[in-house]
């Protein structure tokens, strides 16, 4: 593989954790009908694939965020992913939920930090960035300082990348859809025919029949 987008796709075609379907395509809980399907969390019952994930991660981190101090996790997908990358760095752990819990101490960041501390953020995946980027404001909210975020993989949605743009947070995935794309192709997943239909759902994700 020439690049890491293109050998973390591999991965995650091989081991199912995508599937491209584009004439049947798959509805998602919000109702769009998507010709994609991801659910990075299969890779972690890959020993290979989840240390590549780790390690690309971890580098990446040492390249652009030196100065981390803290990992954190969105819950629930990025958690294990978070520790993972976490022990390579030999850096404390905490992780971020959906919600503040209804009990007991009713955290919302879970883990041990404290204001000032820098932070990176882990995700698995880049949809529209809403809920990733409600717990950048958390942990802005803590008086930690957001360094950035790092995700698997992102769909490239406009949407994502003004969501981003707006909170002021840099995102840095290990993938992203076009490599997945150019790579199905390369690789007969997929027929060239099919591409342009599955370039015209990433434009206009809401309006794909």
């Known amino acids: ?24 395509p798959f509805t998602w809980a919000s109702g769009w009908k998507s010709p994609i399907y991801c659910d990075n969390r299969k890779t972690l019952s890959y020993p290979e694939v989840r240390s590549y994930i780790k390690e690309q991660f971890a580098a990446l981190i040492r390249e652009k965020y030196p100065q981390a101090e803290v990992i954190a996790g969105v ?44 932070v990176v953020v882990i995700e698995d995946l880049i949809s529209t960035g809403g809920s990733s980027l409600q717990a950048v404001e958390a942990l802005r909210n803590a008086e930690c300082e957001v360094l950035g975020m790092v995700a698997i993989f992102t769909y490239g949605f406009q949407k994502a990348e ?14 992203n859809y076009n490599a997945m794309i150019d790579l199905a192709v390369k690789v007969g997943y997929v027929q060239a025919d099919q591409v342009e239909k599955l370039k015209e759902w990433r434009l206009s994700p809401e309006t794909y029949k």
């Open 75 to 118: 819950a629930t997908g990025a958690i294990a992913q978070g520790v993972l990358v976490a022990q390579e760095l030999g850096l404390p752990f905490i992780y971020v939920r959906s919600s503040a819990k209804s009990h007991g101490l009713e955290n919302l960041i879970e883990g041990e930090y404290k204001a000032g501390q820098k």
């Open 162 to 175: 003004d969501n981003f743009k707006n909170a002021s947070c840099e995102l840095t995935t290990l993938s």
């Open 1 to 24: 593989m020439n690049t890491v987008a293109e050998k973390v796709a591999s991965y995650l075609l091989d081991i199912k954790a995508i599937k491209l379907e584009p004439t049947h």
